[in-house]
């Protein structure tokens, strides 16, 4: 698998990563992680991002991983334990990354994450809500010192907030998660452009959108699903008359497209088996789109060039039916 240079950390990361949300119980049993870890490693993936509320993830991977000899790149974030958790708390913060480094079986991990620094209703970080200030900035820079981290990093979902924190000049990497897709490109405004100017890595989560890009649903998109707007609606029914056009599987040219931009360092894959690793895999080494098609795509992007008004991160067409394949 290609690698590429994630920003000023110099690390070389495989252009696939593996999500860890579903490596969990909420992705299946335990066997059925263990084969797609490791047949990700077998195919060139050596890039793993997890965090603490990712149910029992850092376990999981702290189990697969126990024996795994091959060098890897691990993320983890913090924020969310210990119970309650308390943000500012230096205490708290050493000790989500203490356990977290029990659960992964390691003694130090490549990036330490803020896990959702852009939400302030869900983690209060910040003592200065403008300077982006707070004791996890310290904590950062002791682990750090102390070897226990190598790089920092945010893990965020917003596509405005998050520039400003990015903008404090403080952190090596940034996750952007359901902001860059086919028909989804916030981030491309103004997060992207801002960590090329920075030289802060990027990795990209949930490039097919939690599941509205893994498959199509061409029933629902012409007949159903009420709760889809209409400017939306219309923009799918563009989307799926192209892909008819090229031929193509649209969680390919999903993952296709978000490699095809030379800023993107990784993308993450939410794989829940060997066989849907093995798909992306396939699907990423055909390389990137040609022009011509990715300037079709904008096109389709910018008939809804901001979501619609209450519309969630992913579209609910698997309400229902999460067992469908890559809902990443």
Known sequence: MRKR?????????????????????????????????????????????????????????GRILEDVRAPLIISTKLGGRPQPFE????????????????????????????????????????????????????????????????????????????????????????????????????????????????????????????????????????DGAPWLSSPRRAQYKALYAFLDELGLPIAEVALRFVLSNPHVSCVLNGARSAEEIESSVAAAEKGPLPAEVIARLDEIAALVPFRPFNEPFGLPFLRGKRNQVGIA
């Not at 990497?173 to 405004?189: G, M």
Request: hydrophobic share 40%.
């Open 5 to 61: 240079v994630l920003g000023k950390t110099g690390l070389e990361v495989s252009e696939l990563g593996l999500g860890g949300a579903f490596v969990s119980k909420s992705g299946g049993e335990f066997e059925q992680s263990r084969a797609a870890v490791l047949r990700a490693l077998e195919l060139g993936v050596n890039y793993i991002d997890t965090a603490p509320t990712y149910s029992n993830s850092e376990e999981t991977f």
């Open 87 to 222: 943000p500012k708390n230096k205490d708290h913060l050493r000790r989500s990354i203490e356990e977290s480094l029990r659960l992964l079986k390691r003694d130090r991990v490549d990036i330490l994450m803020i896990h959702e620094p852009d939400r302030f209703r869900q983690y209060d970080w910040w003592s200065d809500q403008e300077r982006f200030e707070g004791p996890v900035l310290e904590v950062l820079d002791d682990l750090k010192r102390e070897g226990v981290i190598r790089f920092t990093g945010l893990g965020g979902t917003t596509a405005y907030e998050l520039p400003a924190i990015m903008a404090t000049r403080r952190f090596d990497v940034v996750l952007t998660a359901f902001n860059y897709s086919l028909l989804w490109r916030e981030a491309a405004r103004e997060v992207l452009p801002l960590a090329h100017e920075l030289g802060m890595g990027v990795i990209l989560g949930s490039p097919l959108q939690q599941g509205a890009l893994a498959r199509r649903y061409d029933q629902e998109v012409y």
